[in-house]
């Protein structure tokens, strides 16, 4: 298969493949984000396999999202047009996360780094166990996993501070909406025409 010939569920696809013709998987994420939870004021809060698999599925979505751009068989007006859509997607979806920008990219370089060793169950405390000093807002700070995980617990079962968000839901179905676009080749819009 050639670069830009991808074909995905019997249509074209508008993005261009990689990591050996594998096309991104948005919807395994956004599965996982969206699986129901179950906890109740005044229960121990525990980690689901929900959790972790959501977490695991989020941090290969993130090292994998940033290589995906339109295929180059598209004239250069198209291109941009696609990719322009696909960074308003993963706008939406980063602004819907628990984290700011510098603690998500903290995590998941956090996350890769600890994935060889660890299996998903452990790299959850692993990752609690961890911190560092980050900049963000031109203030340096301290990230600490474990704040990092909690948050996202709570934004998982819209609690706490996320309570009343449907965050995590609206990040699901942002996901979704990219899953259209990078794997049925569909849009919510036409395509401009070719020059």
Do not use: C
């Not at 751009?69 to 990719?83: C, I, P, T, V």
């Not at 963000?136 to 968000?165: H, I, K, P, T, Y």
């Amino acid at each position: 298969m050639k670069y830009g010939e991808h074909r995905s569920n019997g249509r074209e696809n508008y993005f261009a493949p990689f990591a050996g013709g594998d096309p991104i998987n948005a919807h395994a994420t956004a599965h996982w984000l969206a699986q129901p939870t179950s906890w109740q004021p005044g229960k121990r809060r525990r980690w689901l396999n929900a959790d972790v698999s959501s977490l695991w599925w989020f941090a290969e979505f993130e090292g994998w999202a940033p290589r995906v751009r339109a295929s180059e068989r598209f004239d250069w007006g198209d291109q941009s047009f696609l990719n322009l859509r696909l960074d308003q997607l993963m706008g939406q979806f980063h602004a819907a996360l628990p984290f700011d920008e510098p603690e998500r990219r903290w995590l998941v370089s956090t996350y890769v780094g600890l994935e060889p060793e660890f299996g998903a169950k452990e790299l959850v405390t692993e990752i609690r166990g961890q911190s560092a000093e980050i900049m963000a807002a031109g203030l340096r700070r301290v990230v600490e996993g474990r704040d990092l995980m909690r948050r996202w617990w709570a934004w998982r079962r819209d609690v706490d501070e996320f309570e009343g968000s449907g965050a995590a839901l609206s990040a699901a179905g942002t996901l979704m909406d990219m899953n259209v676009l990078l794997e049925d080749g569909g849009y919510d819009a036409e395509l401009p025409p070719s020059a």
